[in-house]
């Protein structure tokens, strides 16, 4: 148990208490009379009160340091839990942003990939088709082959000639179908020779037509939009006077300036006015 310490100002305090018993108890004996000599003087008096005010005080002040320490730790714990959810709420916003972009990202490569897959099927399908249609050429070539023969050979025979139209007719049936994929003939005949579409399989001497011309086609070509799947096999022309070059094309007419008005432009310009 620990022993109350009274400090400096309480055992002033306390001591003029004491005199004033010791006064009293000697004032109170018998034979004396009068007042009694122990009672407190005005200075007295006052030097106790301030004593009592002191310890007041100074009681005061160690309950508000207790409590200021108090609530210095209460702040600091408070902060030490703003600080740590100051640090989740920063972790959480990285780890949203961080799902974002890899969200992003992923999105971006399934485009890319969903555009890639359908050009790679719309390629296949493109390849597809033109396998069957390089496969089906030659069943063209050898009906024009043997349309031609006939009509040369066949001479006044009515059944001939009767079968033959009907293979005219299947001929040009199928190439209704293949020309609607975008199958188209290339027949260069008395067109300038193009490499890039035409196959040279001999030379022939016309002094009468221009150098570099094709002068028959052996087999015709055929392009699938804008690609040429088979080229024309082609005899050219040579002796004859060179190509000129092409012209160049005439170029636009400029508009004309700010201050004129086209015939289109009049007619407009009435037509609304008379409609107000």
Same mark, same amino acid.
């Given at each position: ?6 400090s ?13 018993q010791?006064?009293a !108890?000697a004032? @109170?004996?018998?034979g004396?009379?009068? @007042?009694?000599e122990?009672d407190? +003087?005005?200075?007295?008096?006052a030097a106790?009160?301030e004593?009592?005010?002191?310890a007041g005080?100074?009681?005061a ?7 200021a320490?108090r609530?210095?730790?209460e702040r600091d714990?408070?902060q030490r839990?703003?600080d740590?959810?100051?640090? @989740?709420?920063?972790a ?12 992003a990202r992923?999105q971006a ?22 396998k069957l249609v390089?496969?089906l ?15 040369? +050979? ?5 059944q001939?000639?009767q ?6 007719? #299947? ?6 179908v293949l020309n609607?994929e ?6 260069? +005949?008395?067109?300038?020779?193009d490499p890039?579409?035409h ?8 002094a009468?037509?221009y ?5 028959q086609?052996?087999q015709?070509?055929?392009r699938m939009?804008?690609k040429v #799947?088979r ?8 002796? !004859?006077p060179?190509?000129?070059a ?5 170029e636009?007419?400029?508009?004309e300036?700010?201050?004129?008005t086209t015939?289109?432009?009049a007619q407009d ?7 107000k």
């Amino acid at each position: 148990m620990k022993v109350p310490i009274e400090s400096d100002d309480q055992k002033a305090a306390a001591a003029p208490a004491e005199g004033v018993q010791d006064t009293a !108890g000697a004032s @109170q004996a018998p034979g004396q009379g009068g @007042q009694a000599e122990g009672d407190m +003087t005005p200075e007295e008096e006052a030097a106790r009160v301030e004593a009592a005010k002191r310890a007041g005080e100074q009681a005061a002040e160690e309950d508000f340091q207790a409590d200021a320490q108090r609530i210095r730790a209460e702040r600091d714990e408070l902060q030490r839990k703003l600080d740590g959810v100051a640090d @989740q709420v920063d972790a959480a916003k990285r780890q949203a942003a961080d799902s974002a972009n890899r969200l992003a990202r992923l999105q971006a490569d399934w485009e890319n990939y969903r555009r890639r897959t359908a050009q790679e099927r719309l390629a296949e399908k493109e390849r597809a088709a033109e396998k069957l249609v390089v496969s089906l050429l030659p069943v063209l070539d050898d009906m024009e082959r043997a349309s031609e023969h006939a009509h040369a +050979t066949g001479g006044d025979d009515d059944q001939l000639l009767q079968f033959v139209e009907g293979v005219d007719a #299947i001929h040009d049936k199928m190439y209704g179908v293949l020309n609607k994929e975008g199958v188209e003939v290339i027949d260069p +005949t008395g067109q300038a020779f193009d490499p890039n579409l035409h196959q040279a399989i001999g030379r022939v001497e016309n002094a009468e037509v221009y150098d570099e011309t094709v002068a028959q086609v052996y087999q015709k070509g055929y392009r699938m939009g804008d690609k040429v #799947i088979r080229s024309a096999m082609v005899m050219v022309s040579y002796g !004859g006077p060179k190509r000129p070059a092409p012209e160049p094309e005439p170029e636009a007419p400029e508009a004309e300036g700010d201050g004129g008005t086209t015939d289109a432009q009049a007619q407009d310009t009435g037509s609304s006015e008379a409609e107000k």
